[in-house]
């Protein structure tokens, strides 16, 4: 199994740089995809960007395009994800997951079997 743990979220301003960490405890962390995920109040939770197994593959929601970039240091244990030009339709937690089985990107919150607790991002203008 693998246990992930968000950081690096806070309270910014319209236009400013937040990077959030995927810290995982697992010992096959080079094995998952991960994938970002955000969930605001009132609304369902949202694909945000996603990164195979290699780091070679990305993927982005529309929304976020040109301002978000999905890394990782697999020999760290790490996922990233770096936000610039945040506005406040961004504000939401934000959750780390990851799954195993390689295979496309995922999209959807089901094709993800493990899943850190989120950290809040809130975005003021």
């Known amino acids: 199994q693998v246990q992930l743990v968000e950081s690096g979220g806070g309270s910014v301003q319209d236009g400013d740089s937040l990077r959030l960490s995927c810290a995982s405890s697992?010992?096959?962390?080079?094995?998952?995809?991960v994938g970002w995920f955000r969930q605001a109040p009132g609304k369902e939770r949202e694909f945000v960007a996603a990164?195979?197994?290699?780091?070679?593959?990305?993927e982005y929601v529309d929304s976020v395009k040109g301002r978000f970039t999905i890394s990782r240091i697999n020999a760290e244990n790490t996922a990233y994800l770096q936000m610039s030009s945040l506005k406040p339709e961004d504000t939401a937690v934000y959750l780390c997951?990851?799954?195993?089985?390689?295979?496309?990107?995922?999209?959807?919150?089901?094709?993800?079997?493990?899943w850190g607790q989120g950290t809040q991002v809130t975005v003021s203008s």
């Open positions: 990164i195979s197994w290699s780091g070679m593959r990305t």
């Open positions: 697992g010992r096959t962390f080079s094995e998952y995809a």
């Open positions: 997951a990851a799954r195993s089985g390689g295979g496309d990107l995922a999209t959807a919150s089901r094709d993800y079997n493990y």
